[in-house]
């Protein structure tokens, strides 16, 4: 079992940054890659960025490629996401997820085993 807690989130203006971080507990939590999601008010949730179990590997939503920056701290069961550059379109509550063990960079919802339940980032214009 893994319990996943966001932080991080709130209101920021276009073109600020803000950090946000998921702490895991569990003992698997390397052994898993991690993924953020985000979901917009009447819109599907959707893959924002992914990274492999040793923090090797890293992918990207093209919506967010050069603005975001996902990392892991495996010693404290930790990830972040970096998001500079914020737009308003960026406004969703963001989400962090634990793969399944077998995937190695995931872009699927249906492939991650574990959710948080998010943390909310609004940016205004």
């Known amino acids: 079992q893994v319990q996943l807690v966001e932080s991080g989130g709130g209101l920021v203006q276009a073109g600020d940054s803000l950090r946000l971080s998921c702490a895991a507990s569990?003992?698997?939590?390397?052994?898993?890659?991690m993924d953020w999601f985000r979901q917009a008010p009447g819109k599907e949730r959707e893959f924002v960025a992914a990274?492999?179990?040793?923090?090797?590997?890293?992918s990207y939503a093209d919506s967010v490629k050069g603005r975001f920056t996902i990392s892991r701290d495996n010693a404290q069961n930790t990830v972040y996401l970096q998001m500079n550059s914020l737009k308003p379109e960026d406004t969703a509550v963001y989400y962090c997820?634990?793969?399944?063990?077998?995937?190695?960079?995931?872009?699927?919802?249906?492939?991650?085993?574990?959710w948080g339940k998010g943390t909310l980032v609004t940016v205004s214009s």
């Open positions: 997820a634990a793969a399944k063990g077998l995937f190695s960079i995931p872009t699927r919802p249906e492939s991650m085993d574990y």
């Open positions: 990274i492999s179990k040793s923090g090797s590997m890293t």
């Open positions: 569990g003992r698997t939590f390397s052994t898993r890659a």
